[in-house]
């Protein structure tokens, strides 16, 4: 992902786009595809100061780059969920 994407996004250097408050890059170390935890060097904060936090998983299987691998992690599955259920107190006022 370093030497393949990194170099082709824009702008550069990369950043946390301003409209993200809470940033976490999930990786399981057989996932040929997730970025590693390399993302907190990689790219800014945002204006209010928000990083990628990087924590890895461990899925069952030979491809585990799928969502069902990843939701199943309670690692995932928690914040998403909490960020569903922000969006859906946002959305009802």
């Known amino acids: 992902m370093r030497t393949v994407v990194r170099p082709r996004l824009r702008p550069q250097p990369p950043a946390t786009p301003d ?8 990786w399981d170390r057989d996932d040929i595809i997730a970025p590693r935890p ?3 060097r990689d ?12 924590d ?4 069952d299987g030979i491809w585990v780059h ?8 309670a690692s995932v599955a928690g914040p998403v969920v909490e960020a ?3 969006a859906g107190e946002g959305t009802a006022a």
């Open 43 to 54: 790219v800014l904060p945002n204006a209010g100061g928000c990083l990628p936090v990087s």
């Open 56 to 59: 890895r998983v461990d899925s």
């Open 38 to 40: 390399w993302l907190e």
């Open 84 to 86: 569903m259920r922000l």
């Open 66 to 73: 799928t969502a069902t691998k990843y939701l199943a992690q």
């Open 19 to 26: 409209c993200v408050e809470r940033w976490l890059n999930l």
